[in-house]
């Protein structure tokens, strides 16, 4: 980032932002300050500078996405955020233990939309046909 990370910089972060551990360097112990994700977006953008959008761009498009796809295998037992998106509004879903969450505000706007916008139903070709055969019929006879 172009400077020094002293104890006055780190202290602006959170607890979970920031971490020292024991790495092995050239086979000695050497503590070694981490950053979570979310820590080093702070940095970024506690200390700006133009000069860190290489920076940024590149921890955003190569080194995050690496790092999840790397983890863990995604399972049922880890909740997940979804986008619903259609042309008249957009939903976050919750994917939880197999089932799909809907956060309670969102639904009078979504119930609200589905009573508003019914939608006429199209019949078959084959079904107009029919209907249409089937009152001449009527009418003839």
Known sequence: MGFHLN????????????HTLLIDYHGQ????????????????????????????????HQVVPALRDAGPSKNADRPMLSLLDWPEMSLSLLHWQDEGWI????????????TRRRVPVVKPWWRKVFEAFHSSKHSVG
């Open 29 to 60: 112990p050497e503590k070694r300050l981490m950053l979570s994700e979310s820590g080093v977006y702070a940095l970024l953008v506690y200390h700006y500078a133009p000069g860190n959008r290489l920076l940024r761009e590149w921890l955003t």
């Open 103 to 114: 956060r309670l505000r969102d639904m009078p706007y979504l119930l609200l939309n589905r």
């Open 7 to 18: 104890d006055r910089v780190v202290s602006k972060l959170d607890e979970d932002q920031r």
